[in-house]
């Protein structure tokens, strides 16, 4: 392209966008159009981004998580007393004063009912182990006290005390057959046990008749490079018949078929809605070509070629574009990021308590799209404005 050629782009791009304010009205209605769009989508995806961090930070590598071989969650699992000690023997588990740092589990759902709502939601109660918190480096009473073995007392996670109505130190609930006291609420950095409530295997496996049986048993490992070791020691057991795998592979696991469901219904309400605001950005920028034929015709009739014309109504577009997402990104952001809220866990059918999480990547993704929809908005009328015949333009009043 010639000097010329990017003289004349410059120069009408210059007074395209000086006279923009003179179609100030069309302009706003498509730019509110493009944010509105945006900040649905960013919206929406940042459940599936909250939902990801929430099991990302749950899992750790040198923690294993040992299931019935098949399985692939805990609710379809089942362990003997017998197992989960040999599971415990292993060479490769972290011992300490009070033997391996190992927590034999059992894994109920209750009904909750929710704050927001009232109605009843699907809340995990968690049969731990002994062991259990030094198997959660990040864990910590930060009110009230941990139950005490033996008895009928239960710790809440932050998360759950938040979202669910009567978690609160010192209430009572009915879950199975038994009134339970709650004696604390635990921290554990965001992560899935604080959507959980906690109390004693062995007095939960008699609340709910289960005998002996757990349903996982996780182990603390020498380092992560130990899995293998462990995996293969008790493969060959012959009493044992069992799936090993770390929890951080078994959280992210879980995270597929929400983030999966979250991110396609996101992108299809996105598209949806984007539809609409290219009407609106098609409407405002026909609107602009035609209270210009006359001036686009005058500069045609002057040497202008077409591909400034072009890009002059192309830059109009992608401004509205650019302001419109730049204004979705911040209403998203203030409006969604580290809101509370609870969701289905699919792999367990319990309620899973996160923060809607807007990150950079999600933010430049909504003004990709925004830019996107603007361009879309602006190459049809940017079309006809090159091919509009001079001598027509000249005779328009």
């Known amino acids: 392209m010639s000097n010329n050629s990017w003289a004349q782009i410059g120069a009408i791009t210059s007074m395209n966008v000086r006279n923009m304010s003179q179609r100030a009205a069309s302009s706003i209605v498509a730019l509110i159009g493009i944010a509105g769009v ?13 939902f990801k961090a929430v099991l990302e930070i749950s899992g750790s590598d040198d923690v294993a998580i040992v299931l019935r071989n098949g399985a692939t969650d805990e609710m379809g699992s089942g362990l003997s007393q017998e197992q989960t000690r040999l ?8 011992r300490d004063d009070q033997g391996p740092v ?13 704050k927001s709502t009232g109605t009843a939601a699907n809340v995990p109660l968690r049969g731990v182990g002994p062991q259990a918190a030094k198997l959660r480096s990040n864990f910590k009473i930060v009110d009230g006290e941990n139950f005490t073995p033996g008895k009928f007392e239960i710790v809440v996670g932050k998360g759950a005390s938040m979202q669910f109505s009567g978690l609160t130190v010192g209430s009572r609930l009915r879950l199975g057959n038994a009134d339970w006291t709650i004696t604390g609420i635990f921290e554990d950095r965001g992560s899935v046990a604080e959507s959980e409530i906690w109390t004693d295997a062995t ?9 002996t049986s757990y349903q996982s048993m996780r182990v603390k490992l020498t380092s992560p490079s130990a899995m293998q070791a462990f995996k293969d020691e008790l493969s060959t ?18 995270s597929k078929i929400l983030v999966t469901l979250v991110s396609t219904i996101g992108s299809a309400i996105a598209i949806l809605m984007g539809l609409g605001a290219i009407f609106a950005a098609l409407n405002t920028m026909y609107s602009a070509v035609s209270s210009r034929t006359r001036e686009i015709a005058t500069l045609r009739a002057l040497g202008f070629g077409p591909a400034p014309v072009i890009t002059s109504v192309l830059v109009e577009a992608l401004l509205i574009g650019l302001v419109g997402g730049a204004v979705g990104m911040v209403v998203s952001y203030l409006a969604f990021n580290g809101v509370r809220a609870s969701t289905m866990n699919f792999a367990t059918f319990s309620q899973l308590t996160f923060a809607f999480t807007v990150t950079p990547p999600l933010l430049i993704q909504g003004l990709t799209y925004a830019l996107i929809l603007g361009f879309i908005g602006g190459l049809l009328p940017s079309l006809r404005a090159a091919k509009l015949p001079i001598t027509t333009g000249l005779r328009e009043l």
């Open 38 to 50: 945006v900040t649905v989508l960013i919206g929406v995806l940042s459940i599936a981004e909250g």
């Open 87 to 94: 599971i415990a023997d292993a060479r490769e588990a972290v």
């Open 102 to 114: 190992a927590s034999p589990e059992l894994y109920v759902v209750v009904d909750v009912p929710l």
């Open 203 to 211: 007095v939960l496996q008699g609340a709910y008749n289960r005998g």
């Open 237 to 254: 057991n012959p009493r044992l018949n069992v799936r090993v795998i770390s929890e951080k592979q078994y959280y992210a696991e879980q």
